[in-house]
């Protein structure tokens, strides 16, 4: 039985168990609920702190784990990436205050930096060849740090940036990572038998995610062109009409294509053009 280690709660939990229950596995509805057998499938998950699922992978208390690649790099667990999943992204940066105007990685030298991610931000600095006065471990709030004294420069997770311009800080230099949900196992064992299956269901939610099916008439002299614009995968489903100078035409269009996409089959002269969403499939 393959043992997965799920988010117990926090911003990996509801997108993981949601992705896992589109791929056809259990999830449970009591978020009390530690473990959850799920026999159909064939595996058992274990709902764990997300900071702790690296670890549990890399000692092989459970074969593979939902986290965050910024976790996975902070644990500094034999674990490795063995899928990316899509959703949790986010940007890894310094900052500082503005009117220090530092201006990329060389300038964290000889200073305190705080982060919530000590052994990641310790890596690239090393990647670098910087070596930093001291890096403090802070578990929450670090964009105060600077005005509390403990640091010099902070490391940490960015989306829209409002957070740091209320504390007066501003990103600086290039990312340090970006970071997304990601599958880990092992990477000195063997695949444990059943990771196959689960890539396989993992690959097709998330292939379900980023195409749509289309569906559309068009005449037959204008069949080349229309298919030029929705090659599909391998190649579109072409398909005769009771009307014998139209076609009807099946393919695969990546979702956030999808109007422009829409409007150029018009402007070639395709008709009844539809868009279906897909719920799983197998490439």
């Not at 043992?3 to 009390?32: F, T």
């Not at 900052?95 to 201006?103: D, H, I």
């Not at 740090?145 to 504390?167: F, K, M, P």
Request: proline fraction near 6%; charged fraction near 25%.
């Amino acid at each position: 039985m393959l043992r997965i280690a799920v988010p117990n709660k926090g911003s990996l939990s509801e997108p993981a168990a949601e992705m896992l229950r589109e791929a056809g596995y259990r999830q449970r509805r009591d978020s009390r609920e530690l473990v959850l057998p799920d026999p159909d499938n064939d595996v058992e998950f274990f709902f764990l702190r997300p900071r702790d699922i690296a670890v549990y992978v890399g000692a092989g208390t459970v074969d593979v784990g939902v986290t965050g690649r910024d976790l996975l790099l902070d644990s500094a667990s034999p674990a490795v990436e063995h899928l990316p999943l899509g959703f949790a992204r986010s940007t890894f940066r310094f900052a500082a205050p503005a009117t220090e105007g530092p201006s990329g990685v060389r300038d964290v030298a000889g200073r305190r930096v705080a982060s919530s991610y000590p052994v990641l931000v310790a890596a690239h600095l090393r990647a670098h060849g910087v070596q930093a006065r001291e890096i403090v471990r802070l578990d929450g709030a670090v964009e105060t740090a600077i005005q509390l004294g403990v640091a010099d420069v902070i490391a940490d997770v960015v989306e829209t940036g409002t957070t740091l311009r209320a504390a007066g800080l501003e990103v600086f230099g290039d990312p340090i990572l970006r970071s997304e949900a990601v599958l880990v196992r092992r990477s000195d064992v063997d695949e444990p038998a059943g990771l196959d299956v689960l890539t396989r269901r993992l690959q097709g939610v998330l292939t379900a995610r980023q195409y749509v099916l289309m569906d559309y008439d068009v005449p037959l002299h204008l069949v080349e062109q229309a298919v030029a614009i929705t090659p599909g995968l391998e190649s579109p489903t072409v398909s005769p009409l009771h009307n014998r100078e139209w076609a009807a035409v099946r393919a695969m269009v990546r979702r956030d294509e999808t109007n422009r996409v829409m409007d150029a089959l018009y402007d070639v002269g395709a008709r009844a053009i539809l868009v279906t969403s897909i719920h799983a499939c197998r490439l």
